[in-house]
């Protein structure tokens, strides 16, 4: 089994910086991309950034310049470093990790989502 642990979510004021962060755990093959995405109640989840194994980048437009997503493959982690907060940054993020588990490269694939941590950017 492969599981995802979230961490560094919090309450801070607008300019501030928060790092968050996604560990991958279990056996794993390979990891193809990661991701973070973030949530409000009654509202789709959406894309913030995401990195492949390549190291190529995509950000949200409202992001851009703010955030940065980075990852440390021996550890299977995926960060989130933003920076310049703002209220509307406000929500729950989730973090996304796609590949292939086990010892070989035909095992199964994976595409699991963790638990989310909350940020909250207030005065």
């Known amino acids: 089994q492969v599981q995802l642990v979230e961490s560094g979510g919090g309450l801070v004021q607008p300019g501030g910086s928060l790092r968050l962060s996604c560990a991958a755990s279990?056996?794993?093959?390979?990891?193809?991309?990661m991701g973070w995405y973030h949530q409000a109640p009654g509202k789709q989840r959406e894309l913030v950034a995401t990195i492949t194994s390549g190291g190529i980048t995509d950000y949200a437009d409202s992001v851009k310049g703010r955030f940065t997503i980075s990852k440390d493959n021996a550890k299977n982690t995926v960060y989130l470093q933003m920076n310049s907060l703002k209220p509307e940054d406000t929500a729950v993020y989730y973090c996304?990790?796609?590949?292939?588990?086990?010892?070989?490269?035909?095992?199964?694939?994976?595409?699991?989502w963790g638990q989310g941590t909350q940020v909250t950017v207030s005065s």
């Open positions: 996304n990790v796609q590949g292939r588990q086990g010892r070989i490269m035909v095992g199964p694939r994976f595409d699991l």
């Open positions: 279990g056996s794993i093959f390979e990891i193809n991309a």
